[in-house]
């Protein structure tokens, strides 16, 4: 008699992943709903990538082009870059795990900061590898502790710049330190999806640094300025090698035509992303200065979200999940922070100057009890 069949084994450390959850998008019981959870662009997209995502609709039956040709053009000619050198992808989340699963497995570190985006140990443990935490100096990045943390098992350093979900920035000159630091070996990948909203002298996304060094990537994404959350897009741009690898492991039609074809769009129209950036300075700024009159800690931010702090707010023994679940009673959806070790903590994005007005005028009522 044959042996009883047992179920499929997932490989080891799969099931340690504590699976990604985005932010609530869903208000059951209440009228309308206020999305602040998911730091999607406040003005949605530029109408001409609307435009050009419906105008599509009748090649849907064609596969795309499985090179983003024309994509990639315009972003190197819009940032001056080889378009050879980029790669495009469903979202920078699939370009992080491409990036992970070609050059780290069990047995190898995957190094990230303590307060990084959840996607980087999620990705380490998919392939076996493990992840590793750097302390964090006042919710920053602390070069110092990572270069400590790099061992000989280090196979890919994560620097998100600026970071999700703390707000915080890395000048280029630490930057520089972080690579020189490394092991010519090890891959730093910078996580430049905020990018856009950041205009600080001492700021650079890294792209000018991929092309003098041969162990550095830079992701990007069309989800937050651009506002494209829906169609997952995003790029790398990486040394000739790192994008031979990527096209190798990649899927042959990874990005989809209508991706493309908004991406391209929204690429044509800087005047609105310039309206988008100028719309989230006066509103992230507003908000910081009404938040902090009602007595709550808010960190600084060069983002499109102010990451709040609620310890040691009065009547509640957890304040923060509390002053979620007030928020969300009236249609209003944060996000919480305690998977990110910020258990004490909200990450509001920023929205338009009504939803902005009516998360102020809530969190007021809130504390007052």
């Not at 730093?188 to 640094?209: F, P």
Request: glycine share 10%; hydrophobic share 45%; charged share 20%.
């Amino acid at each position: 008699m044959s042996a009883p069949a047992t179920a499929p084994v997932p490989r080891p450390g799969i099931l340690e992943i504590a699976a990604y959850v985005g932010g609530e998008a869903h208000a059951p019981g209440t009228g309308r709903v206020i999305r602040l959870a998911s730091n999607e662009g406040a003005l949605g997209p530029s109408p001409k990538a609307v435009e050009a995502y419906l105008a599509g609709a009748a090649e849907i039956h064609r596969y795309p082009d499985g090179g983003s040709t024309a994509l990639r053009e315009a972003l190197a000619g819009l940032h001056g870059i080889d378009a050879s050198q980029i790669v495009c992808g469903a979202g920078s989340d699939e370009l992080i795990g491409l990036l992970v699963r070609s050059y780290a497995g069990p047995g190898d570190e995957v190094l990230y900061s303590r307060h990084g985006f959840l996607m980087y140990p999620i990705s380490a443990k998919s392939v076996g590898a493990t992840p590793v935490a750097a302390p964090e100096r006042d919710l920053c990045t602390d070069v110092d502790a990572m270069l400590a943390a790099v061992t000989p098992r280090t196979r890919l350093v994560f620097l998100a710049n600026p970071n999700n979900p703390t707000g915080s920035y890395l000048p280029a000159a630490e930057v520089e330190r972080l690579h020189a630091g490394l092991p010519p070996d090890v891959l730093l990948v910078i996580d430049a999806a905020y990018a856009e909203y950041i205009e600080r002298e001492d700021y650079d996304s890294g792209l000018g640094l991929v092309d003098r060094a041969p162990n550095v990537v830079v992701t990007r994404t069309f989800s937050k300025i651009y506002a494209l959350g829906s169609v997952r897009l995003g790029w790398a741009y990486c040394p000739a090698a790192v994008a031979d690898v990527l096209n190798r492991v990649r899927g042959p039609f990874n990005v989809s035509s209508a991706a493309q074809l908004a991406g391209l769009a929204a690429l044509h129209d800087q005047d609105f992303v310039a309206r988008s950036r100028a719309h989230n300075e006066t509103w992230r700024e507003w908000t910081r200065q009404e938040l902090e009159r009602l007595g709550l800690k808010v960190h600084p931010s060069v983002t499109n979200f102010l990451l709040v702090s609620f310890a040691g707010a009065a009547g509640h023994n957890d304040p923060a999940e509390a002053a979620r679940r007030y928020l969300k009673a009236r249609g209003i959806l944060v996000r919480q922070m305690g998977a990110y070790g910020l258990p004490d903590c909200l990450r509001i994005t920023i929205g338009t100057e009504a939803e902005m007005r009516e998360v102020v005028a809530a969190l007021s009522s809130f504390l007052k009890g």
